[in-house]
């Protein structure tokens, strides 16, 4: 067992960074399962532990370590309700026409630390549209297989997490974010922020 706490860690600037992103719902400590990990070509010659996620909610691996690391951070996932209009569509053109490089470069391999998120719609169980982001793990022709990142609202059954399919033609828009922390992409989303606070105001 591995306990965590984040309240204990020594007061650095990585404390005091880590603290100000958390959201307010963190648990902030946590207990993870732990086990002997099968030692593979490449591990230092030592004891390895992996950590366990069988008590975890979720379908699969990938859901289960998502739950748990909503927990242990907190998660905030708002949606928001925007019809595309012109200037939005004008962005999202913009984007796909930069798919066919992203797609070259992504398996080309990118660099540690650095993953290319793409935005597709999702049919809701009243026959809309929900838009979310995928992290891509495998982008093989027009088929795009990647990981789930937000937490669906209108769709029972999908979790942030899962393993989803999509296909190039769907996509909406892109965010890569490079290893050195710099980002690329996402205008559609800036667009969308300034029309929702527009609605507000």
């Known amino acids: 067992m591995l306990s965590l706490n984040i309240e204990m860690l020594n007061d650095t600037r990585f404390k005091q960074q880590l603290t100000a992103s958390l959201y307010e719902n963190a648990l902030l400590q946590f207990d993870l399962a732990t086990s002997e990990a099968q030692w593979f070509e490449g591990d ?101 297989n990647g990981l789930l990142k937000n937490e669906p609202y209108h769709i029972k059954g999908l979790k942030a997490g899962a393993e989803v399919e999509i296909s190039q033609s769907d996509v909406f828009d892109y965010l890569r974010q490079f290893a050195d922390g710099r980002s690329e992409g996402n205008e559609t989303g800036e667009l969308i922020m300034k029309y929702q606070s527009a609605k507000k105001n």
């Open 44 to 144: 230092p010659y030592n004891l390895l532990l992996e950590i366990r996620f069988d008590d975890r909610p979720g379908h699969n691996l990938s859901e289960k370590q998502e739950n748990l690391l909503s927990e242990l951070f907190g998660w905030e996932d708002n949606i928001t309700y925007i019809k595309h209009n012109r200037e939005i569509e004008e962005a999202s053109a913009r984007a796909r026409q930069k798919l066919e490089s992203l797609k070259q470069d992504f398996n080309t391999g990118l660099e540690p630390g650095e993953y290319i998120l793409l935005k597709a719609p999702f049919t809701t169980d009243d026959g809309g549209n929900e838009w979310m982001w995928v992290e891509v793990l495998v982008w093989q022709g027009s088929t795009i």
